[in-house]
């Protein structure tokens, strides 16, 4: 008797599985076992899904910075732009006074007023001299608004100060 090879041992399997998994299926008997399965599995553990939730909210609030790298580099692998930043970058153009460079409020986390990472030059990508952090709403803003609409926001600025 010969000594199968990992990849045949695998390939066996796999085509062992397939056939029983092609026979079973269609029957209604199996269908409702696995069905029942996964719910109980689910519902067995509501705490530890509980507890993994608020870990990773209250890991959110106290390190918004990860969150922003970790955002940031999602968004510009979708969008095929150029990622060269890292946590120091975003640490190093942090307001020290932790509120928005453009509107002047306190960032907050969990509100409209949260931190968020700007892209300078829409389009140039994440690269240390093309973001700051500014609040969500100012991002949001930038983002939708036009240029009469900012400009028409500035006068109204100055005329209350």
């Not at 199968?4 to 409702?32: F, G, M």
């Not at 829409?122 to 900012?150: A, M, Q």
Request: with cysteine; aromatic share 10%; glycine share 2%.
């Amino acid at each position: 008797m010969t000594k199968l090879t990992e990849t045949e041992r695998l390939k066996r399997r796999h085509a062992s599985h397939k056939k029983w998994y092609d026979k079973v299926r269609k029957d209604p008997k199996y269908i409702e076992k696995f069905r029942t399965q996964r719910r109980d599995r689910w519902h067995s553990t509501p705490g530890k899904a509980k507890f993994w939730n608020s870990y990773y909210r209250d890991r959110r609030d106290t390190h918004p910075e990860e969150w922003m790298l970790h955002a940031a580099r999602q968004r510009a692998t979708k969008r095929h732009r150029p990622f060269e930043i890292e946590k120091s970058d975003i640490l190093a153009v942090w307001p020290v006074s932790n509120r928005c460079v453009d509107c002047g409020t306190e960032m907050v986390v969990r509100t409209r007023c949260a931190p968020s990472l700007d892209e300078i030059v829409p389009g140039r990508g994440y690269t240390p001299t093309n973001i700051s952090v500014i609040c969500k709403l100012c991002n949001t803003h930038k983002s939708d608004s036009s240029l009469e609409w900012f400009e028409r926001v500035a006068a109204r600025i100055r005329r209350a100060t």
